[in-house]
């Protein structure tokens, strides 16, 4: 597939050079993060420690015919100064802004480097003109869908996410439907073999009703290992809905559903040497309410609650396939301290909060979390722990100001020292336009 990134490159290159007019977009975004407790797992002893983001991102698209589109995007990405990277706690979540809940991709930690300058995408599109709506599109992409639950582009990490791979597309009034095939990165993932192929519908005509229906079906497939003449699937399958709707102008309701199926034929061996499997065997559901009150200083009150679970054959099947407890700035602070503590548990994330415009346009949003396993741990206790999330933002036009507060605590009886974790940033994009 890096072949069909090298030919988008080409087409682009044959455009300049038949003068075809080139359209040009960027983005150069700085980030400070201040933390005070984090390297010890919510113990607020610890020093506070600063570290900085730096990323640029300049974008090239051009049509050097008709019907074909072509699109080229370098990323330059830096950290600046010495200290714990938060970014390498980013593996589990993904954002704020447009991105409010953890990226989609079972079995992999992405890898994000400090410092590196790289091809981020580089794909052809090209729409059939003998069947509107008909599309196929190749190369290095990012590719989000719906709210981001299930598929993301990770664009709070400082790196972000693209796959490698096509996606063939038919849209009319009633539906979209995509069919796909891609592979993460090998720089953004420990599983370089990943591959992730399925469907994808989207856009469901809802007769009389105000709402967005998505559903797919996707496969993981990890690839096998081959122990002497045998060999072991690992893969996994989801089946997920997400919808979305507005009713009168005055509430907002969203639900997400996902179901995990699937086998890891060789996740262990046993003291005999026995080959032991694993299977993946999970749910997620999360529903999400607001009103909207359109006060100007009070724009909404909303309250959410998401679960992840698994069954007994499964334990970390939840896990793998929604790597995240709880999106809170992008990190997840949460997940050293209690991962080996819940893993098989399942989690509940239950939320409430507001969101409205201050004077000078700054757009707040102010927010109450409180965690708990689904079933009884060890400890014969569900409770996780709570926090408190604050952001302002400020939007000129091709400047942004973006600026977070978190507090969170976690119950002692995961961290024995543990007491309350502090987290504060602030954001600033320029927009190439």
Request: charged letters at 20%; hydrophobic letters at 40%.
């Amino acid at each position: 597939m890096k072949k069909t990134a090298l030919l988008s490159t080409l087409l682009l290159c044959a455009a300049v050079a038949q003068a075809v007019e080139l359209k040009f977009d960027g983005q150069v975004r700085w980030r400070m993060e201040m933390t005070k407790g984090k390297t010890d797992y919510f113990d607020s002893d610890v020093d506070a420690y600063a570290v900085q983001y730096m990323r640029t991102r300049i974008g090239m698209s051009a049509m050097p015919m008709e019907g074909l589109e072509t699109y080229v995007q370098f990323q330059d990405s830096r950290k600046l100064g010495d200290g714990y990277t938060m970014v390498e706690q980013d593996t589990l979540t993904m954002g704020l802004s447009e991105e409010r809940a953890p990226f989609y991709s079972p079995s992999n930690r992405p890898i994000t480097p400090d410092n590196d300058l790289y091809m981020k995408q580089a794909w052809f599109r090209w729409h059939c003109q003998l069947v509107p709506g008909l599309s196929f599109q190749a190369g290095r992409y990012e590719w989000a869908k719906a709210d981001q639950r299930f598929f993301s582009k990770r664009n709070w990490n400082n790196y972000g996410m693209s796959h490698e791979g096509w996606n063939l597309r038919y849209e009319n009034e009633m539906a979209t439907v995509e069919f796909y095939w891609h592979t993460l990165l090998e720089n953004e993932t420990n599983a370089a073999d990943q591959e992730s192929y399925g469907v994808y519908i989207s856009d469901i005509a809802a007769p009389m009703l105000p709402v967005k229906l998505d559903v797919f079906f996707d496969v993981e497939d990890a690839g096998e290992i081959t122990m002497g003449s045998t060999d072991y699937a690992n893969a996994m399958n989801t089946l997920g809905l997400h919808c979305e709707g507005t009713f009168m102008d005055m509430v907002r309701a969203k639900v997400n559903f996902a179901m995990q199926m699937g086998t890891n034929e060789f996740a262990d061996v046993d003291l005999l040497g026995n080959v032991v499997e694993a299977d993946y065997a999970g749910m997620l559901y999360g529903i999400e309410a607001a009103y909207l009150a359109h006060l100007g200083i009070l724009e909404e009150i909303y309250i959410g609650y998401e679960s992840f679970n698994a069954n007994d054959d499964g334990d970390y099947g939840w896990q793998e396939l929604y790597p995240a407890y709880h999106a809170m700035h992008g990190i997840s602070p949460w997940e050293p301290a209690f991962n080996e503590s819940v893993e098989g548990y399942g989690f509940n994330a239950l939320e409430v909060g507001a969101a409205g415009a201050l004077p000078m346009e700054l757009n707040w949003d102010l927010s109450y979390h409180i965690f708990s396993t689904v079933e009884d741990m060890a400890s014969g206790e569900t409770a996780v722990g709570d926090e408190i999330d604050f952001t302002l933002a400020r939007n000129f036009g091709k400047f942004k100001i973006d600026l977070g507060y978190t507090m969170a605590n976690i119950d002692d009886k995961l961290e024995a020292d543990a007491d309350a974790f502090n987290y504060f940033y602030l954001q600033m994009t320029a927009f190439i336009k």
